[in-house]
């Protein structure tokens, strides 16, 4: 009968294997542009990352993923492993024995030439050194806060899901998403069918409703850059953020730290300053914050030029005011900066925050802004035209917003980047370009 014991054995840990599945994956990019690949799994152990250095699935190197932080009461465990260098293909397996690598990567390479969104098992998105198309993205997430109660079952109010499958579909090398993942914070009201059954709080069901589940084609299209925004402080969803998506190693003796490090990534065109300026409140000063911003702000004058600055917290951008006047500037930013320009080496600003796209070029002490803060997140009324207007005591030399829902998609010839503004179905609506340090948005051509 030891046999039948043995058979019996191996059946109760295939059935324990089979309970432990890889919920939702991705890879981010971290500090000195280090891959991270990270997976959220239903069970108590973390895949193997199996890598391949070239097209023909050879020299497949196993790497065991480890465990970021430990299932919780309201979490589930969530993995973590370095890519190697000089790794082009990756696969999230369950057991070192799984898959063909040759197999593997020949499919991968089938359906990357096709343009096909990957729908193979736990094909890892792997970064390019030189990224031609960058898509820029933000503030996703659904709002349910008091009386302000967003119809999150209904994807022509929320559209995210949406917007992210027809992002996808682009095939972009690398994607920057500017902050804001979670907004819902209240319940639903009683009977509102347009929000009903939807989780709130910090809390698993909650992130993955508000954006793993509906973000998860982008997530699998291209590693990402995961900018922190104000609704990942430590009074709303800062402890879910530090657990899932943090930039940093988590730390489960102190779930939130208000701050983490600025960052850079370096890539081959351009090099990416990660600002966590989550915290730096818009009207009001909050004691202690104003060095930390000074010293990152400092210390960007030693980054390479041409560098982008990527923030939640535009340091100057544009709502409509009493009149129509344009009006707005973050006062914790600008009193960072203490009159001073911004760094020199910043050629370029990505911020969100404001729900809205705008594209600013300033007249002085700053470059360019493009803002993407128009992903899902009910949106902000701004003016059209910001010719002239004057935001906090800095003046606008031209700019513009566009409204709707949507994303941005740019493209790199060269030396010049061609801005795609995208609406929440992935159709092209306006196009701008980025070269010689400024942005030009030429007026839309009109339906014939």
Not at 304 to 326: D, E, N, Q, T, Y
Request: hydrophobic share 40%.
């Amino acid at each position: 009968m030891r046999w039948f014991a043995a058979l019996a054995l191996l059946a109760a840990s295939a059935a324990q294997a089979d309970d432990n599945t890889i919920l939702h994956y991705w890879v981010q990019l971290g500090a000195g542009g280090a891959q991270q690949a990270r997976a959220v799994m239903s069970g108590d152990g973390c895949p193997i990352l199996a890598t391949f250095k070239d097209y023909n699935g050879d020299g497949r190197v196993d790497v065991p993923m480890t465990p970021r932080a430990a299932k919780s009461a309201d979490f589930p465990l969530v993995c973590e492993g370095t890519v190697p260098k000089d790794v082009n293909h990756a696969w999230l397996v369950m057991t070192t024995a799984e898959g063909d690598g040759r197999q593997m990567v020949m499919n991968y390479e089938s359906r990357k030439r096709s343009r096909a969104i990957l729908d193979m098992d736990q094909a890892v998105p792997l970064m390019r050194s030189d990224p031609e198309r960058i898509l820029v993205i933000g503030d996703t997430g659904c709002r349910l806060k008091g009386s302000l109660v967003q119809p999150c079952n209904d994807p022509s109010a929320w559209p995210f899901e949406a917007l992210s499958k027809g992002a996808a579909k682009l095939w972009p090398d690398l994607i920057i998403h500017v902050g804001d993942y979670l907004y819902r914070e209240t319940p639903c009201p009683d009977g509102n069918a347009g929000c009903a059954g939807s989780p709130y709080g910090d809390g698993w069901a909650t992130w993955d409703a508000d954006f793993f589940k509906p973000g998860d084609a982008l997530l699998r299209a291209a590693p990402i850059v995961l900018v922190r925004g104000n609704h990942e402080d430590c009074a709303r969803s800062g402890p879910g953020y530090l657990r899932l998506i943090g930039s940093g190693a988590y730390d489960a003796t102190a779930p939130c730290t208000e701050h983490e490090a600025a960052y850079s990534i370096p890539l081959e065109a351009e090099n990416l300053v990660v600002m966590d300026n989550a915290s730096a409140q818009d009207t009001s000063i909050t004691p202690g914050t104003l060095p930390v911003y000074q010293d990152e702000f400092a210390a960007m004058d030693k980054e390479p030029a041409p560098s982008w600055l990527l923030m939640h917290r535009p340091i100057w951008g544009a709502v409509k005011g009493p009149l129509g006047i344009p009006v707005g500037g973050n006062t914790t930013m600008i009193a960072a900066l203490n009159g001073r320009p911004v760094p020199k080496p910043v050629a370029l600003i990505l911020a969100g925050h404001i729900h809205s796209f705008e594209a600013i070029n300033y007249k002085s002490r700053s470059p360019p802004m493009l803002l993407a803060g128009h992903g899902g997140d009910l949106l902000d009324d701004t003016p059209a035209d910001l010719d002239g207007a004057v935001l906090s005591g800095i003046k606008v030399k031209d700019g513009l917003s566009v409204p709707g829902f949507g994303f941005l998609l740019m493209t790199r010839e060269g030396k010049t980047w061609h801005v795609g503004v995208f609406d929440s179905q992935a159709r092209l609506m306006r196009e701008c370009v980025f070269a010689g340090g400024r942005l030009d948005c030429p007026e839309a051509k009109k339906a014939e």
